[in-house]
């Protein structure tokens, strides 16, 4: 599986990003997909995954602000970041996790995401 994400960029806080990746190669609708995120010096961590059924698991700390959906035809997750915070800053990374397993079985390139204050 490959994943191709994109969207990354400077905002000012409060502002908006999305960001979208699409996976090719041995994909399943069945299979989850999300993202996790990392910060300088800190683990990368969950941000929000869908699962292939649409179900959706978000960070507490993202609750209300971001939105994750799924396009199963295209293959593609978007990430819609709302009232974003400096605190966001961080590595942004595209997962996709075979249906069962329990963490990502392949990760994406990473996109920087800066929120400036």
């Known amino acids: 599986v490959q994943l191709q994400a994109s969207g990354g960029g400077l905002v000012q806080a409060g502002g908006s990003l999305r960001l979208s990746c699409e996976a090719s190669?041995?994909?399943?609708?069945?299979?989850?997909m999300g993202w996790y995120r990392q910060a300088p010096g800190k683990q990368r961590g969950l941000v929000a995954t869908?699962?292939?059924?649409?179900?959706?698991t978000y960070a507490e700390s993202v609750k209300g602000r971001f939105t994750i959906s799924r396009d199963n035809p295209m293959n593609t997750v978007k990430l819609q970041m709302n009232s974003l915070k400096p605190e966001d800053t961080a590595v942004y990374y595209c997962a996709y996790r075979r249906f069962g397993a329990r963490w990502p079985n392949y990760w994406g390139q990473g996109t920087l995401v800066t929120v400036s204050s």
């Open positions: 190669g041995t994909i399943d609708s069945s299979d989850a």
């Open positions: 869908v699962s292939g059924g649409g179900t959706t």
